[in-house]
């Protein structure tokens, strides 16, 4: 069975720090470039940031760079994203999401999703 499972997530003040880990279970991992998305109440999903399957190039979204860093552990099939200098708008729920080949910010190519962990930036 395939799965991602988020954790890290959580309630923090402006400029505060949290790091989300997705472990990923049931697929090749290191075949996989994995992405971070999130969704805000009445928003549309958001690429945040994506690495990719085995050489660790990361791409991140104009919104978070320099404040997010994202890498894996492929020995643990574990991405992590570590958050810094958050803002009332990184507030909304985070999904990992694996997709066989190459990073890509389009959410619809992904092949498994998370069930998502919440984080909240209070100003």
């Known amino acids: 069975e395939v799965q991602l499972v988020e954790s890290g997530g959580g309630l923090v003040q402006a400029g505060g720090s949290l790091r989300l880990s997705c472990a990923a279970s049931?697929?090749?991992?290191?075949?996989?470039?994995i992405g971070w998305f999130r969704q805000a109440p009445g928003k549309e999903r958001e690429g945040v940031s994506y690495i990719s399957s085995s050489d660790g190039i990361t791409y991140y979204a104009d919104s978070v760079k320099g404040r997010f860093t994202m890498w894996r552990d492929n020995a643990k099939n574990t991405v992590y994203l570590q958050m810094s200098s958050l803002k009332s708008d990184d507030t909304a729920v985070y999904y990992c999401?694996?997709?066989?080949?190459?990073?890509?910010?389009?959410?619809?190519?992904?092949?498994?999703w998370g069930q998502g962990t919440q984080v909240t930036v209070s100003s």
């Open positions: 999401a694996a997709v066989k080949g190459t990073a890509t910010a389009q959410h619809l190519m992904y092949d498994y």
């Open positions: 049931g697929f090749t991992f290191d075949h996989y470039a």
